[in-house]
Antibody, heavy 115, light 110 residues
Framework: VLLQESGPRLVKPSETLSLTCTVS????????WTWIRQPPGKGLEWIGY???????NYNPSLKSRVTISVDTSKSQFSLRLTSVTAADTAVYYC??????????WGQGTMVTVSS | QSVLTQPPSVSAAPGQKVTISCSGS????????VSWYQQLPGTAPKLLIY???QRPSGIPDRFSGSKSGTSATLGITGLQTGDEADYFC???????????FGGGTKLTVL
């Protein structure tokens, strides 16, 4: 199974960050599909997940700005983060959660928030 | 400030053993399974250990995990220069209702 992130690398302050993760080589069913980010030189921050049924769970610190959705017909899941600021500049990873661990990760995509 | 506490850095000579600690609380490490990730420079994290002490297929037995109470430990034996990386622990926090990670530990193989 391979995961590949795609989307704009540069987003203006106050606008919406949108990323898509394409799942290939395996089924999107029966797993929790997750977004995790890593600001430059810093640690990992869990953003949230979506199950194949569409059930979601978000980090309370980001919940008011985050939407994660899934399109099983395209084997894709997506992240929307609204009202971005420079603090949202990070490498964004999509990952598969298998029970209690993230066993497959995308390569990550660097998103910069700047005017 | 990360919910899980890891030492910022550890170092050891090639062939030696190193341990990396991950300290939490009863709402996270003490409550459920811990996983460990290796992040080589410029790459995505890779799962090393899940369910406290289980290795995914393909991970050498030089890597081991353990947990006692509210602390977890990653052990690496027979250190190689290729083990130089950042290592993160992670788990679920029932108080925060969020998955949390340690701040990461940079391993240097001298």
């Amino acid at each position: 199974v391979l995961l590949q992130e795609s989307g704009p690398r540069l987003v203006k302050p106050s606008e919406t960050l949108s990323l898509t993760c394409t799942v290939s080589g395996g089924s999107i069913s029966t797993y929790y599909w997750t977004w995790i980010r890593q600001p430059p030189g810093k640690g990992l921050e869990w953003i949230g997940y979506v199950y194949d049924s569409g059930i979601t769970n978000y980090n309370p610190s980001l919940k008011s700005r985050v939407t994660i959705s899934v399109d099983t017909s395209k084997s894709q899941f997506s992240l929307r983060l609204t009202s971005v600021t420079a603090a949202d500049t990070a490498v964004y990873y999509c990952a598969r959660q298998n029970q209690d661990a993230f066993d497959i990760w995308g390569q990550g995509t660097m998103v910069t928030v700047s005017s | 400030q990360s919910v899980l506490t890891q030492p910022p850095s550890v170092s050891a000579a090639p062939g030696q053993k190193v341990t990396i600690s991950c300290s939490g609380s009863s709402s996270n490490v003490g409550h459920t399974y811990v996983s460990w990730y290796q992040q080589l420079p410029g790459t995505a994290p890779k799962l090393l250990i899940y369910d406290n002490d289980q290795r995914p297929s393909g991970i050498p037995d030089r890597f081991s995990g353990s947990k006692s109470g509210t602390s977890a430990t990653l052990g690496i034996t027979g250190l190689q220069t290729g083990d130089e990386a950042d290592y993160f622990c992670g788990t679920w926090d029932s108080s925060l209702s969020a998955r949390v990670f340690g701040g990461g530990t940079k391993l240097t193989v001298l």
